[in-house]
C-alpha cells in the first residue's frame, strides 16, 4: 500500500532551524511530483512546496526563501529544511503526493515558541 511517513517535528525558537523527512514507500517515487503541506489550529490546509521529477521546485509565498524542499529518489524520500522559523509556521505538516488520487502522510507536529 502507498505510505507516506512524515517525521522530525518538534519545538524550537523563534529565528531557529528544522529539518523534516517524509519516507514514501507502496508507490514508483521517482515519477511522482511530491510536496508540502501544513494546517495550523483553526486554519484550512495550505500549501507549503513542491518538487517535480526533475528536482524543480516551487515555494509559497510566506516560505519561500527560509524553507528548501529536496528530493532522494534512491531513498524514496523527500525533505523539507525550515530556517528562519517564526511563531506563524507552527502548524501540522503533511507529506503529499500529487497526483490526481492525492496520498498524505499522517501529520509531524512543528511548534515555533520562545
Known amino acids: 500500500q502507498v505510505q507516506l511517513v512524515e517525521s522530525g517535528g518538534g519545538l524550537v525558537q523563534p529565528g531557529g532551524s528544522l529539518r523534516l523527512s517524509c519516507a514514501a514507500s507502496?508507490?514508483?517515487?521517482?515519477?511522482?511530483?511530491m510536496g508540502w503541506y501544513r494546517q495550523a489550529p483553526g486554519k484550512q490546509r495550505e500549501y507549503v512546496a513542491r518538487?517535480?521529477?526533475?528536482?524543480?521546485?516551487v515555494y509559497a509565498d510566506a516560505v519561500k526563501g527560509r524553507f528548501t524542499i529536496s528530493r532522494d529518489n534512491a531513498k524514496k524520500m523527500i525533505e523539507l529544511q525550515m530556517n528562519s522559523l517564526k511563531p506563524e509556521d507552527t502548524a501540522v505538516y503533511y507529506c503529499?503526493?500529487?497526483?490526481?488520487?492525492?496520498?498524505w502522510g499522517q501529520g509531524t507536529q512543528v511548534t515555533v515558541s520562545s
Open positions: 518538487i517535480s521529477v526533475k528536482g524543480n521546485t
Open positions: 503529499k503526493r500529487e497526483s490526481d488520487y492525492a496520498y
Open positions: 507502496g508507490f514508483m517515487f521517482s515519477i511522482y511530483t
